[in-house]
Nanobody, 120 residues
């Protein structure tokens, strides 16, 4: 099993910053894509940002220029630096990690979610 532990959420005023972290552990052979998704009340879960093993990144248009995703492969950890936060960024943020546990054994794991609330 692959276990993900998220941290760093909280309450912040508009214009502020937060940094989310997600550490992976367990039966991991390699990690391919690491990413962050979010789900606001009454809305579907949406992509925020992803980063591949080779550090190629992808961002939702709504966060480009404000959020930065990064990863530390040695620590099996992905980060999301969120700057210039807006009230519409309020959501539960979920970490997602995809990779393999061995030849032909893929995994696609989700964290438990961390609440980010941005007040106006």
């Amino acid at each position: 099993q692959v276990h993900l532990v998220e941290s760093g959420g909280g309450l912040v005023q508009a214009g502020g910053s937060l940094r989310l972290s997600c550490a992976a552990s367990g039966s991991i052979f390699d990690i391919n894509v690491m990413g962050w998704y979010r789900q606001a009340p009454g809305k579907q879960r949406e992509l925020v940002a992803t980063v591949t093993r080779r550090a190629s990144t992808n961002y939702a248009d709504s966060v480009k220029g404000r959020f930065t995703i990064s990863r530390d492969n040695a620590k099996k950890t992905v980060y999301l630096q969120m700057n210039s936060l807006k009230p519409e960024d309020t959501a539960v943020y979920y970490c997602n990690v995809q990779g393999t546990q061995g030849p032909g054994r893929r995994y696609d794991s989700w964290g438990q979610g961390t609440q980010v609330t941005v007040s106006s």
